[in-house]
């Protein structure tokens, strides 16, 4: 990108940086079930070890040091929240490779990530300081068509066969050459039948004047619009700019009507386990961690539900490119990925987990039968990508959606 569209980029996006669906995401610990909001956000950018976020090297292919950047509580970790504890994937990986990582959890927001780090930096021909950084699908395939990425060393990534095949005929990146999904997961509803009196089937539930004032929506653009598109009989997935704006027009008039209580990070959650609110669009995996004795309930509604995924990148000019490679064969094993989907419950984008949790027993494969983790083909054919927009419209329909959520 040339610096002259970065001021346009920077002065529509900058109203976005909202709560990401990590933001606030802590847990107790391995399994527990149990979930706590964190007293504060994590600033992007932040660095333990003083290392500088950028720098004009050309970059490099190393193999003896690793670094990467990404979202809260989404790699394994012991009790006491240390992602190098013996055990974890972290350690295991520097045990079996001798590749030292320094493992960051500073990617808080898409949109802030990419106007303070990534547009000032790659932009810039600059070196970004993390090996690998795990953007939502959506952005990466806007910081790919920026040619901001290297070309993945599939020879360094055997268990790159491991991927499931859906991702694999992505527009942006047929094959997956330049990307390797992390994690995904679905986004529908979510409600307290102590609060509701009942279940809920249909977006448009939400809008139901009875919940009036007991409704939260995401900050998530493509969650809410995309959600609000199903229930008024449009697919998300085409991106059609006036079934955009026919959406976002009832959005902004339940909201102007005071039907939405708010629109939400992850907080949602402590205000499902207070009672405080009856329902609310919510996210597959959070869901997935709360105590089941609290009754919370979670659906794709009937009309459909959207589906997105974070994916690992390798920025231009990394320095340590073949341990990035091997990072992703490790985690790409069925066994390690198995791991961390028993700590991070979303959905697992590596063939054989499901069969890797089911072999262990227990908790892990009671997990392996949880719909929220691994849906039905049924739930899957109703499940929608957001359609790709223009810069200039997703600008425009950005801007409006900010407007609206305030």
């Given at each position: 990108?040339?610096?002259?569209?970065?001021?346009?980029?920077?002065?529509?996006?900058?109203?976005?940086?909202?709560?990401?669906?990590?933001?606030?995401?802590?847990?107790?610990?391995?399994?527990?079930?149990?979930?706590?909001?964190?007293?504060?956000?994590?600033?992007?950018?932040?660095?333990?070890?003083?290392?500088?976020?950028?720098?004009?090297?050309?970059?490099?292919k190393g193999d003896k040091k690793l670094s990467i950047s990404n979202w809260t509580a989404y790699i394994d970790q012991d009790d006491n929240?240390?992602?190098?504890?013996?055990?974890?994937?972290?350690?295991?990986?520097?045990?079996?490779?001798?590749?030292?990582?320094?493992?960051?959890?500073?990617?808080?927001?898409?949109?802030?990530?990419?106007?303070?780090?990534?547009?000032?930096?790659?932009?810039?021909?600059?070196?970004?300081?993390?090996?690998?950084?795990?953007?939502?699908?959506?952005?990466?395939?806007?910081?790919?068509?920026?040619?901001?990425?290297?070309?993945?060393?599939?020879?360094?990534?055997?268990?790159?066969?491991?991927?499931?095949?859906?991702?694999?005929?992505?527009?942006?990146?047929?094959?997956?050459?330049?990307?390797?999904?992390?994690?995904?997961?679905?986004?529908?509803?979510?409600?307290?039948?102590?609060?509701?009196?009942?279940?809920?089937?249909?977006?448009?539930?939400?809008?139901?004047?009875?919940?009036?004032?007991?409704?939260?929506?995401?900050?998530?653009?493509?969650?809410?619009?995309?959600?609000?598109?199903?229930?008024?009989?449009?697919?998300?997935?085409?991106?059609?700019?006036?079934?955009?704006?026919?959406?976002?027009?009832?959005?902004?008039?339940?909201?102007?009507?005071?039907?939405?209580?708010?629109?939400?990070?992850?907080?949602?959650?402590?205000?499902?386990?207070?009672?405080?609110?009856?329902?609310?669009?919510?996210?597959?995996?959070?869901?997935a961690q709360l105590n089941p004795e609290l009754g919370i309930k979670f659906a794709i509604p009937e009309e459909g539900g959207m589906q997105?995924?974070?994916?690992?990148?390798?920025?231009?000019?990394?320095?340590?490119?073949?341990?990035a490679a091997r990072w992703m064969n490790f985690v790409y094993d069925p066994e390690n990925a198995a791991r961390i989907s028993e700590y991070?419950?979303?959905?697992?984008?590596?063939?054989?987990?499901?069969?890797?949790?089911?072999?262990?027993?227990?908790?892990?494969?009671?997990?392996?039968?949880?719909?929220?983790?691994?849906?039905?083909?049924?739930?899957?054919?109703?499940?929608?990508?957001?359609?790709?927009?223009?810069?200039?419209?997703?600008?425009?329909?950005?801007?409006?959606?900010?407007?609206?959520?305030?």
């Open positions: 990108m040339t610096e002259r569209i970065d001021p346009e980029l920077a002065a529509a996006i900058e109203m976005a940086r909202r709560l990401s669906r990590r933001r606030f995401l802590t847990r107790a610990g391995l399994g527990a079930g149990a979930l706590a909001m964190a007293p504060g956000l994590l600033t992007a950018c932040g660095s333990d070890d003083k290392q500088p976020s950028g720098s004009d090297s050309s970059g490099g929240g240390n992602f190098n504890a013996a055990g974890t994937t972290i350690a295991d990986f520097q045990e079996q490779t001798g590749i030292a990582v320094t493992y960051k959890e500073d990617f808080n927001d898409n949109d802030e990530y990419f106007n303070k780090t990534l547009s000032p930096i790659l932009g810039k021909g600059k070196t970004l300081a993390a090996d690998i950084f795990i953007p939502t699908y959506w952005m990466a395939a806007r910081v790919v068509g920026l040619d901001w990425v290297e070309e993945l060393l599939l020879d360094e990534i055997p268990n790159h066969k491991n991927l499931e095949d859906n991702y694999l005929d992505l527009a942006w990146n047929p094959g997956a050459t330049k990307h390797m999904p992390w994690q995904g997961g679905a986004t529908g509803i979510a409600w307290n039948p102590k609060k509701t009196g009942g279940d809920l089937k249909s977006i448009n539930d939400l809008y139901d004047p009875k919940y009036k004032g007991q409704v939260t929506f995401l900050t998530e653009l493509r969650d809410t619009v995309g959600l609000t598109m199903f229930g008024e009989g449009t697919d998300p997935s085409s991106a059609n700019l006036d079934d955009i704006n026919a959406a976002a027009d009832k959005i902004e008039k339940a909201t102007k009507d005071g039907q939405i209580l708010k629109f939400t990070g992850n907080e949602y959650l402590r205000s499902l386990e207070n009672g405080d609110i009856a329902a609310c669009i919510a996210w597959s995996g959070d869901i997105w995924f974070d994916t690992m990148l390798v920025p231009k000019g990394a320095a340590n490119q073949v341990a991070v419950q979303f959905m697992s984008p590596v063939k054989g987990v499901k069969e890797a949790l089911l072999a262990k027993g227990g908790d892990a494969a009671a997990l392996a039968e949880n719909p929220l983790i691994f849906p039905d083909e049924q739930t899957t054919a109703r499940l929608k990508v957001f359609g790709e927009l223009s810069q200039d419209d997703e600008i425009a329909v950005q801007s409006r959606f900010n407007d609206i959520t305030g």
